[in-house]
């Protein structure tokens, strides 16, 4: 299987502060982009997405900032909340070229204390 | 509409044994794709199916096989389980749609969760 790594930052934020979560993405042809959110126990949940003709989008406490330039991706979470707490991937799909598989960033493990 | 379904949620078998997992798609989505998650080594893609065909696969034994049947449900087989395929083993499926496929979003199942002994 592709290889994402033996170790899982984690980033460890007081409830009520904002989180900023990074994620770098491999392929420019890349035109899709998703953050989803794993609790323990259960399946990745959709959060957000973005075009790649987008550099922002925002949802409900969340915004998602793409840059094209550096293939950088974050997620911001606004007073971050004890439910928050999870893993949380990018994802990126090349899928406009075709049968092209959906790549998954290794993930970061968010802590929020309370 | 409901979610990805996933059967069964937990199981447990013996190292040799084999183990079919099943995965039901949302309704009206034609594409299904399955996932190796462990602690070592992150969510590991396996295969997607779309149309009953095999379109996509990673880098696992031939062990790990699957099929789509044309109500798009699908099934995965792991044969002579080892203790390394102790995993979650997640499903996610896709609308594929013809137009706009770039935007195609995947959404996961709850997983199956497989002990080998």
């Known amino acids: ?114 | 509409k409901a979610g990805v379904t996933q059967t069964p949620r937990y199981l447990i078998k013996t190292r040799g044994q084999q183990v079919t997992l099943s995965c039901s798609p949302i309704s009206g989505h034609r594409s299904v794709s399955w996932y190796q998650q462990t602690p070592g080594q992150g969510l590991q893609f396996l295969f997607e199916y779309f149309s009953e065909t095999q379109r996509n696969k990673g880098n696992f034994p031939g062990r790990f096989s699957g099929r789509q049947f044309s109500n798009s449900r699908s099934e995965m087989n792991v044969s002579t389980l080892e203790l390394g395929d102790s995993a979650l083993y997640l499903c996610a499926s896709s609308l594929y749609p013809e137009k706009d496929r770039a935007t195609d979003t995947q959404y996961f199942g709850p997983g199956t969760r497989l002990t080998v002994l």
């Open chain 1, 1 to 114: 299987g592709e290889s994402v790594g033996l170790h899982l930052p984690t980033l460890s934020v007081q409830e009520g502060d904002n989180s900023i979560i990074n994620c770098a993405y491999s392929n420019s042809a890349s035109d899709y982009f998703i953050w989803y959110k794993q609790e323990s126990g259960k399946g990745p949940q959709f959060i957000i997405d973005i075009r790649s003709n987008m550099d922002k989008r925002q949802g409900q406490r969340v915004t998602v900032l793409l840059n094209k330039t550096v293939k950088h991706l974050s997620l911001q979470i606004a007073a971050t909340q004890p439910g928050d707490s999870a893993v949380y991937f990018c994802a990126e799909n090349p899928r406009s070229g075709g049968y092209q598989k959906v790549t998954f960033g290794t993930g970061t493990k968010l802590q929020v204390i309370p």
